[in-house]
């Protein structure tokens, strides 16, 4: 149902505000996502966030209407970006704060007929609470049982289902019988937007100790390379230091008149 003209005009009008108001936001994509989940969604978010869907043209205009006003807008690079089932998730605080809120608000889902399946599904092994009369079904399936006191048994793992193909009827009804949900429905985030920035949301998921390690092998990586080349660099700086002093030790001890004060413990010992 098409939304009335004084809908249209609230919307554009928050939109606005919105983009306006925050300096932040997840361009996200939502299928399969109930109103009640998303009214639980929305609820974990008051305060910290706000959602906003809406039709991909409404968007595009609204964004069109900015970037006329303000050509420099970094909002120019999300709109070849609003393409399928996508919103925003508009914050000013952590954003890693708000992807994890956005990723416990995720719920289980059965594998429906027809589905495109998001990962990779296994039956697996071990008993099923089958009847030994359902073992016809299990075969039909090409999977390897056994009954096990009074019950159909898997022997191996199985793939039923593959990432990005359908869901079908067969696969469907065992995951159903073996009480098996294995999609997980809810916000995905696909891009971050901040002041400008768009990048992927992967980078929210690295730690400080992750960034401090990249950062060490990094310096040290550079350190490498400056004392094979023979130039001078801060990475390199403190080796080049313990070389020149290791070097005037090894001259102190071996010449009888040259002394100085740190190298006198190491002429003692020797």
């Not at 009640?36 to 706000?50: D, Y």
């Not at 399928?84 to 719920?107: Q, S, W």
């Amino acid at each position: 149902m098409p939304l009335s003209k004084e809908k249209k005009e609230k919307y554009f009008v928050k939109m606005h505000e919105l983009v306006a108001q925050y300096s932040k936001c997840f361009l996200v994509h939502i299928d399969n996502v109930g109103s009640l989940q998303m009214a639980k969604i929305r609820s974990s978010l008051r305060g910290k966030g706000e959602v906003l869907m809406g039709k991909n043209t409404m968007m595009r205009k609204i964004i069109g209407e900015i970037l006329a006003e303000n050509p420099d807008h970094g909002f120019k690079n999300i709109l070849p970006l609003i393409v399928g089932n996508v919103g925003f998730v508009f914050a000013n605080g952590e954003l890693g704060e708000i992807k994890t809120i956005i990723d416990e608000n995720r719920l289980p889902a059965p594998a429906r007929v027809g589905a495109i399946s998001p990962v990779d599904v296994f039956c697996p092994p071990g008993p099923t609470g089958c009847d030994p009369g359902q073992t016809a079904f299990f075969q039909a399936l090409q999977i390897a049982t056994k009954i096990v006191k009074g019950q159909i048994e898997i022997l191996t793992p199985v793939k039923v289902c593959f990432v990005g193909e359908k869901v079908g009827a067969s696969e469907s009804a065992l995951l159903q019988k073996l009480d098996i949900k294995p999609f997980h429905y809810g916000i995905v985030i696909q891009q971050v937007y901040d002041n400008g920035a768009i990048y992927s949301p992967k980078v929210l998921e690295m730690t400080e100790e992750m960034l401090t390690y990249k950062l060490i092998n990094a310096v040290t990586n550079v350190a490498a390379v400056a004392l094979e080349a023979g130039v001078p660099s801060l990475a390199a700086l403190p080796h080049n230091i313990a070389k020149a002093f290791n070097n005037m030790v090894a001259i102190a001890i071996e010449c009888e008149g040259v002394t100085f004060e740190k190298a006198a413990p190491y002429k003692a010992a020797v």
